[in-house]
């Protein structure tokens, strides 16, 4: 494998390793391994940006990419909801809805895919475009999605003062709460424009 050819497909793909070593460092009481979950998670999320920007400069650009990067985004959220309703820090209605709303997307977008659709570019109205693959919607997301993960992870970090740790909570659930609604909402142009990929 050419690697400088391909490296923002292994960026894609290893930053869910990243988010897998920082979501296993959450299952140990210790201060030192919380830290290092908050940097890894942090890690984890700037790779998202940097497999973009790699598929750029490089020319990479490829439907396996916006695939790779998809399923990397998907994962990793994924699995941040569960392991934090797992751990108690949420209810478990955020990965249900996480999980449910990434398959059906995801599955009308790969009928997209066999059409020579790129999954964002099955999009054809405006409205849709702007929520789907606009930069605003994007990056707003992005901030709500990373802020909340991390912000409650510090906020359980095992020894914080209650002074800190308490309102470093509730500012996380409001940005989970803000991240999961925006989680929704991006994923309503996909399933209101599916008609026209089943004419055939």
């Known amino acids: 494998m050419d690697l400088k050819k391909n490296s923002a497909n292994i960026v894609s793909i290893t930053r869910i390793?990243?988010?897998f070593a920082s979501l296993g460092l959450l299952f140990i009481n210790n201060q030192c391994a919380y830290i290092w979950a908050i940097s890894l998670a942090i890690i984890a999320f700037s790779m998202d940006a940097a497999d973009g920007y790699l598929a750029r400069k490089f020319g990479q650009a490829s439907q396996l990419g916006a695939v790779l990067d998809i399923m990397g985004d998907r994962i990793i959220e994924a699995i941040y909801w569960i392991a934090f309703s797992t751990l108690g820090w949420l209810p478990v209605i955020f990965p249900?809805?996480?999980?449910?709303?990434a398959y059906i997307t995801d599955n009308i977008r790969s009928i997209a895919l066999t059409k020579g659709m790129t999954?964002?570019?099955m999009q054809s109205t405006e409205w849709g475009k702007y929520i789907c693959?606009?930069?605003?919607?994007?990056t707003t997301y992005a901030v709500a999605k990373v802020a909340a993960f991390v912000i409650l992870i510090f906020a359980h970090t095992p020894n914080l003062a209650e002074n800190i740790a308490n309102p470093a909570n509730m500012t996380g659930i409001i940005l989970a709460w803000v991240a999961i609604i925006f989680c929704v909402v991006r994923g309503i142009p996909v399933v209101a424009e599916c008609g026209k990929l089943f004419k055939d």
Do not use: D, E, L, Y
């Not at 249900?96 to 709303?101: A, G, M, S």
């Not at 693959?133 to 994007?138: D, E, R, V």
């Open 119 to 121: 999954p964002f570019g």
């Open 133 to 138: 693959a606009s930069k605003f919607m994007k």
């Open 17 to 19: 390793f990243v988010a």
């Open 96 to 101: 249900i809805i996480c999980v449910t709303r």
